[in-house]
């Protein structure tokens, strides 16, 4: 199970656009807050003029008059259809891969895979920044997508016979998942050739596993954190007792491949495991700053080293960066993917919403990693030819090697 786990995480980390990770399968939220309301605008400056309304009248009469749908099928053509993709229009002219417009279809998704359980496919989807492309990046525990045969690293083509260009992910994510018992048919591009592979897969449902341990040898406890869902807090105490009642005497935490999640989840994590202290905090476009702290209360003290790579990201550094900057623990491995800014979603009376970034966040001693990463205390490049012959994860191998030096 930690070799699959891990073989995501790796394929995670070489996609560059591993911050923008399904916010379905595995309810990844990217650092989302959901605030529940709408933003208070009354004095930002209006794109919106006179002018742009008078341009889009006219350009709305000249398709109402000429355009010719040259399709077999007009289905999806409609007043509503082209109102929604004006909508997703105005937000992509931001040209930032992290605020979104949401369909009231696409909102209750989101908002269901923040629960992390669902009725879906069972898998963690990844877009590329340049290339646009979906790829399948990890599965879950019991997956019905793998189970029907998808692959790490296959790349969506077409669903229920559409193709998916120029979909965003969260409007692939609406297609995708549905009722469980129902069929999805889905054609995937597989292989450094590309060829078409054809898969019908029975949606289930999908209780998300973020958290796994076991012990190793010399009282080292091990714990993978696939990403911080709403069921990550639960499962990572849960999974903390059972490393103690087993004798932990050290930690070895792995964040490898883990591209963030919600804020709220890594923050309770941060207060288990650090000891008062500020973890995190954030400026909005007014430069108005925001601390987020740890208490006290609970804190992990015996010897930690934290694992991560180029797929760690969002939340994962600010609880990487946390532990680094309050020398708390020892990071191994890669840099992080560098992922410093915070998004809000906001919505909408008629069911949508709108998904914004608000702010950049600080460690604690001050950096914005958006675009730097974080680096290792201990860098050690992945040896992906040993793991695939030998599955030894190199990696790992010197985390626990430093592990039985601490004291």
């Keep these: 199970m930690e070799s699959r786990k891990f073989w995501a995480g790796c394929i995670s980390g070489i996609l560059v656009s591993i911050a923008v990770v399904c916010l379905v399968f595995f309810g990844n939220k990217l ?18 003029s006179t002018e742009v309304q008078k341009k889009v009248d006219k350009l709305n009469s000249m398709i109402d008059f000429y355009y010719v ?12 259809s082209r109102a929604e993709g004006m909508y997703k ?12 417009y949401y369909t009231a279809k696409e909102y209750e998704a989101l908002k269901e895979s923040v629960k992390g359980s669902f009725e879906g496919i069972g898998a963690s989807i990844s877009m590329d920044r340049v290339s646009r492309e979906f790829t399948i990046v990890s599965f879950t525990e019991k997956s019905p997508a793998r189970d029907a045969g998808m692959e790490l690293g296959d790349i969506f083509y077409m669903v229920d016979g559409q193709k998916v260009d120029g979909l965003t992910l969260s409007g692939l994510v609406a297609i995708v998942r549905g009722e469980k018992g129902t069929t999805v048919h889905l054609t995937m591009l597989r292989g450094e050739r590309r060829e078409k592979v054809d898969i019908d897969v029975v ?11 076991n012990m190793l040898d010399d009282g080292i406890g091990y714990m993978i954190i696939a990403e911080f869902d709403t069921v990550t807090v639960g499962q990572f105490r849960e999974g903390l007792e059972t490393l103690k009642a087993a004798g932990m005497e050290k930690f070895l935490l792995d964040l490898r491949g883990n591209p963030g999640g919600s804020l ?60 680094k900057d309050m020398k708390w623990g020892t990071l191994v491995g890669m840099k992080t993917y560098g992922k410093g800014i915070v998004q809000n979603v906001f919505s909408l009376e008629d069911g949508s919403a709108i998904k914004l970034t608000t702010s950049r966040y ?3 001693s001050g950096n914005n990693i958006q675009g730097i990463g974080i680096e290792p205390d201990v860098e050690v490049e992945f040896d992906m030819e040993r793991y695939e012959k030998e599955d030894y994860d190199n990696q790992k191998e010197e985390a626990i090697r430093i592990l039985k030096k601490m004291k």
């Design 31 to 48: 650092h989302q807050m959901f605030s529940g309301g709408t933003p208070a605008v009354a004095d930002a400056p209006m794109l919106y």
């Design 69 to 80: 749908n040259y399709k077999d099928s007009d289905e999806g053509l409609t007043k509503e």
């Design 89 to 100: 229009g105005l937000v992509g002219s931001l040209n930032d891969p992290y605020s979104e």
């Design 203 to 213: 949606r289930d449902s999908i209780e998300s596993k973020t958290v796994s341990v």
């Design 264 to 323: 709220g989840s890594v923050l309770e994590i941060a207060d288990d495991i650090l000891p008062a202290c500020r973890v995190v905090y954030t400026k909005d476009s007014q430069g108005n700053e925001k601390d987020y702290n740890s208490s006290d209360k609970e804190k992990l003290e015996m010897p930690m080293v934290v694992l991560v790579d180029e797929g760690s990201a969002s939340a994962s550094e600010i609880l990487a960066g946390a532990i």
């Design 362 to 364: 600080f460690t604690p």
